[in-house]
């Protein structure tokens, strides 16, 4: 039997999602462990998005199978009574035996939360990037148009060994000025690894002065890291959502 349901996490303390042999302490680890525990059986939990050290969730889909069948709403129960406080399930359901929540994903969200106030709020600081100074938000805008469209995204990819084809299609690049806090919102098919953070800090070194809105194609057309900017810290940024087509 084939399960669904999202995984809500603060990531502060995880190395990421994937499962690691050098730690224990990943999202996919604790939640097999559970799962194990619960039906004794070995069970692979797979995400829709591999999310990084630090990253946050509020609405990655997981899907795992069972040979047991079990009732969803007392399996979900039973999971959130035994993972730690920071991990939760929500929406358990049965899926379709051939459900798979990263392969059968056609658009994700990320959320990238900057403050741009001097003001600190220590309640949030696992969650925001503690930027602290206002940018140019006027001149991001116009970058960011420069990568909505179907690309080779490599200069935007962490991994420099990775094979597989690195051409993803940003649907959108939305941001939002909140209250001293700069809300980027990331709509695409797919994001490499560490995508969505070397986006972020090429556009906060565009609302910086330190690069032009202009120079993005160019640095799309170079296919080579080092011509991006910096990678942003994890803690400002969420997935907020997976759509599927069915």
Known sequence: ??????????????????????????????????????TGEEV?????????????????????????KRKAEELETDLNMLLPDDIALKHMKTARERFHSRFDAVEKIYRYRIRTSAEKNVFERRVVWQYGKPLDVEAMKKAAAFLTGTYDFTSFC??????????????????????????????????????VR???????????????????PVVLESRNREKAGFTAPPQGLILVSVRYEI
């Open 158 to 195: 962490r991994n420099k060994k990775m094979k597989k084809s690195a051409v993803r299609r940003i649907s959108q690049i939305e941001m939002k000025e909140i209250k001293g806090e700069l809300q980027i919102d990331f709509t695409g098919d797919g994001f490499l690894q560490g995508m």
């Open 44 to 68: 692979q939990a797979i995400g829709a998005g591999r999310t990084d050290a630090g990253v946050h969730s509020l609405g990655q889909v997981v899907n795992f199978h069972l040979k047991e």
């Open 198 to 216: 070397i986006l972020v800090g090429t556009l906060v070194e565009v609302g910086e002065g330190k690069r032009k809105a202009e120079s993005i």
């Open 1 to 38: 039997m084939n399960y669904r349901c999202i995984a809500q996490y603060d990531g502060t303390r995880y190395e990421g999602w994937q499962k690691q042999r050098r730690t224990e302490e990943t999202i996919q680890g604790k939640l097999e462990k559970a799962l194990q525990e619960i």
